[in-house]
């Protein structure tokens, strides 16, 4: 174990390296998505009440957590297996799940101050505070870790990059327009309602909403499973992708 | 041997054969050269080395230990300089190297100076606090050299390690080769500069479409060559280019130069042929000399476009 934490710290340390000339951009376009999502709101819906717009701004972590684990992680890990990067990361004698754990805090560190900013400034615009439980570290946590897990393994398990591009284009339009993130689960069709029930993103909006309103959902213990089965899955392709010879 | 590689095929899905009945061995303390043009299935057998593609048949073995069923001891006891560039867009050199010998197990102290060390043997000092995304190329594959030379494998292979590199540091480079193999490293170097290699490489194999087309010190390769000459010509720019006579054989066309090989009784007869030429403007001029490796390269590899007119020369 203390062999892996030395290993995971130095892959992390090359991966902050890496990403300097891009991090305070990234931080810089995830505080304007957030502030923009608080903003773009008021436009979308112009008379709203603080009960609305507290439901609708405390699901927006959720919509930035996996935007970054389906949108930016696909396309970074497409650029850098066109440009055969992984040959070389993979040919260093380090375990992959440093890197790839390497990697994810890179990401966490990339969004945790967009997603803070963004419940800061809703709350403040649309006049309603938040009672933040504990409970939500481990759920941003997981809700990142899935979001990740999923972007990875679609970047790692789709044969071809410019495939994986496509993939996480009809995803996100799909997590957007049809996902009960921003609205209750019974505004869907039944079948689709349903389809909802085995899939991690309505779970993922009532356990992070739960634990940042203090009301945490009824069912929390069946989101946990949920959404941890889904991370787990997802985290068993990649290991599986990045660790098959071809 | 450290590394032997016996009977190595890989088959990739579509029935396309990257490498067929691959076989060679490196010792500690060798330079051993893996020639060949483009697509002749190099870095395929680099990327079964390192356990990243899984051979078809055949075996590896690293100091006896069978690393197709346990790649993790291939990556533990070989360093690898890819032929991808690496990943250090904003890391400085001495960062990126210092990191690659800590990966590879180094201490800190230790590794920050062989670090320093490499980059002064290497005169890429003015460089060495630079970012890799505002580095050259060829500054860039000398980064890649030092990180995996900084606290070498036991097997060290280096795929296309003077791509883009300037004459002068290539001879300084060559000479950090010598010193890894000194330090009793194999080294498995991997290149298709023919004229390059001659000079660096105890013994090479010549590779083509998958297999080993021969193998051997580059005298023993050379001895087929013996008792020829090679005529090398430079056309003047837009010059009509004659047939070469009957005497000059392989004759191999570069664009603005020719290469052809003469038997040592036909050797008057070539030079006044190719003075004739230069005298008539054709040709801007010509050398005759020992044939090389090179000639033995072409001869195996038998087509023109194994040469690479880009590094052809390049000393």
């Not at chain 1, 903003?39 to 717009?53: C, E, F, K, M, R």
């Not at chain 1, 009960?180 to 779970?203: C, D, K, M, N």
């Not at chain 2, 006896?64 to 069923?69: L, N, P, Y």
């Not at chain 2, 040709?283 to 000639?295: H, I, K, M, R």
């Amino acid at each position: 174990m203390g062999r892996w934490l030395r290993e995971y710290s130095l892959m992390l340390k090359w991966q902050m390296l890496s990403n300097k000339p891009m991090l305070p951009l990234y931080l810089v376009v995830e505080a304007l998505v957030a502030v923009g999502f608080v903003v773009g709101i008021g436009y979308l819906i112009p008379d709203i009440n603080s009960q609305s717009a507290m439901y609708l701004i405390t699901g927006a972590p959720v919509l930035i957590l996996l935007m970054i684990g389906l949108v930016m992680v696909p396309q970074m890990v497409s650029l850098a297996r066109k440009a055969g990067t992984f040959d070389y990361i993979w040919s260093l004698p380090v375990p992959r799940s440093c890197f790839l754990a390497a990697d994810t805090t890179v990401w966490i560190v990339i969004t945790v101050p967009g997603v803070i900013l963004a419940l800061l400034i809703g709350s403040w615009h649309y006049s309603f505070s938040l009672n933040v439980s504990p409970f939500v570290v481990p759920v941003f946590l997981l809700v990142t870790l899935t979001g990740i897990s999923i972007g990875y393994a679609m970047s790692h398990a789709v044969p071809k990059p410019e495939l994986t591009m496509l993939v996480s284009q009809v995803l996100v339009f799909f997590i957007l327009i049809f996902s009960p993130i921003h609205y209750p689960i019974e505004q869907l069709p039944g079948w689709l309602a349903s389809t909802h029930r085995v899939l991690p993103f309505t779970y993922m909006a009532d356990l992070m909403r739960g634990y940042l309103t203090g009301k945490p959902p009824v069912d929390a213990g069946l989101a946990f499973a949920v959404v941890g089965t889904w991370c787990v899955l997802a985290s068993g392709i990649t290991f599986f992708a990045v660790k098959r010879r071809r | 041997m450290l590394l032997e590689i016996e009977d190595i095929s890989k088959v990739y899905r579509k029935g396309i054969r990257a490498n067929d009945g691959v076989s060679l061995s490196v010792g500690a303390g060798e330079v051993f050269g893996l020639l060949g043009p483009n697509g002749a299935g190099k870095t395929t057998l680099v990327n079964q080395i390192m356990g990243l593609l899984k051979p078809t048949s055949g075996t590896i073995r690293i100091d006896g230990t069978d690393v197709i069923a346990d790649p993790g001891f291939a990556r533990q006891a070989c360093s690898l300089q890819a032929q991808v560039q690496v990943p250090i867009e904003g890391l400085t050199i001495l960062q990126a190297i210092e990191l690659a010998g800590r990966v590879r197990g180094g201490r800190k102290a230790e590794v920050l100076a062989r670090a320093r060390e490499l980059v002064d043997n290497l005169d890429i000092g003015e460089w060495a606090n630079k970012r890799g995304d505002t580095l050259s190329g060829g500054v860039l594959r000398l980064a890649s050299f030092c990180m995996a030379a900084v606290v070498p494998g036991r097997v060290v292979i280096l795929d296309e390690p003077t791509n883009d590199v300037d004459p002068l540091r290539r001879r300084l480079l060559w000479q950090e080769v010598r010193a890894l193999k000194e330090s009793g490293s194999a080294v498995l170097l991997i290149t298709h500069n023919v004229l390059e290699a001659e000079r660096a490489v105890d013994r090479l194999a010549i590779i083509d479409m998958g297999k080993v087309l021969g193998q051997g010190t580059p005298a023993s390769l050379k001895e087929h060559e013996a008792g020829f000459m090679r005529l090398e010509l430079v056309f003047e720019p837009m010059a009509k280019i004659p047939a070469p006579p009957e005497f000059i054989n392989k004759a191999i066309d570069l664009g603005s130069r020719s290469i052809g090989i003469v038997s040592a009784q036909d050797v008057c007869g070539a030079i006044d042929w190719a003075s004739e030429l230069r005298e008539s403007g054709i040709v801007e001029e010509f050398t005759l000399g020992p044939s090389s490796l090179e000639d033995a390269y072409i001869r195996l590899i038998g087509r023109e476009e194994a040469i690479d007119p880009g590094t052809e020369g390049a000393q």
